[in-house]
């Protein structure tokens, strides 16, 4: 069955460090892949995505991700991270032209301190 | 910006109860979708709708699960006899386009508990 692996459950980082959070999914076929970010008290919010063309893409709040095939990876980063990014953090998949549902990873808590 | 609001936030019930969360999507979006979180566990899908139609389900979605649309503004899931394990946070979400081929919108949860 089709799933998406994050690997890192919580990530704790001072204030201007960099972040990469690790997104893997199992599926041969071609895929649409999306980070969504939970803030404390609100909804998901889509962060980036990526369908087609260039591998790295870039999001919302100064957040990229690149696309490796190869890898079957879609790994999310921001060169420096602020207090503001604390959040929980889900990517997800979907199998193109197959189905409407997206596959989620069961996401990162990031702690980021001052 | 335009977003996805679920009612209500919160819901109690108890175990055999017959609950409805209720979900407004985005004005223009024409596909609607369910999702729900278990505690500690993933997002999982449970439905799509679309056209006044289901267009795809998960084997979550047993015949104790229905959507319906009643509106034109309101998308509505119901539990029809909940269980404990029907707890979760449940999620509506709305898209343009197929969920495939365009982003979906997600409203803020309705967190149930079955007692």
């Known amino acids: 069955a089709q799933s998406v692996s994050q690997h890192n459950h919580h990530v704790i980082l001072s204030e201007a460090a960099s972040l990469e959070l690790g997104c893997n999914y199992s599926?041969?076929?071609?895929?649409?892949l999306f980070w969504y970010v939970q803030y404390p008290g609100q909804h998901l919010q889509l962060l980036l995505k990526?369908?087609?063309?260039?591998?790295l893409v870039k999001g919302i709040k100064g957040f990229e991700a690149e696309f490796i095939k190869s890898k079957f990876s879609f790994n999310l980063r921001k060169p420096s991270v602020q207090w503001s990014d604390t959040a929980e953090y889900f990517c997800?998949?979907?199998?193109?032209?197959?189905?409407?549902?997206?596959?989620f990873g069961t996401g990162t808590r990031l702690q980021v301190f001052p | 910006e335009p977003e996805v609001t679920q009612t209500p936030s919160h819901q109690v019930t108890q175990m055999g109860q017959e609950v409805i969360l209720r979900c407004v999507p985005i004005?223009?979006?024409?596909?609607f979708y369910w999702y729900r979180q278990i505690l500690g566990q993933k997002v999982e899908f449970l439905v799509s709708?679309?056209?006044?139609?289901?267009?795809?389900k998960s084997e979550i979605f047993d015949d104790q699960f229905s959507v319906e649309r009643p509106d034109g503004s309101n998308f509505t899931l119901k539990i029809r006899s909940t269980k404990l394990e029907d707890s979760a946070m449940y999620f509506c979400?709305?898209?343009?386009?197929?969920?495939?081929?365009?982003?979906?919108?997600f409203g803020p949860g309705t967190r149930l508990l079955v007692l």
């Open positions: 979400a709305s898209s343009v386009l197929a969920g495939g081929l365009e982003t979906q919108y």
């Open positions: 599926y041969g076929g071609t895929v649409n």
């Open positions: 990526y369908f087609s063309g260039d591998p």
């Open positions: 997800a998949v979907n199998l193109q032209y197959n189905t409407d549902k997206l596959i």
């Open positions: 004005s223009n979006h024409l596909y």
């Open positions: 709708f679309y056209n006044n139609e289901i267009s795809e």
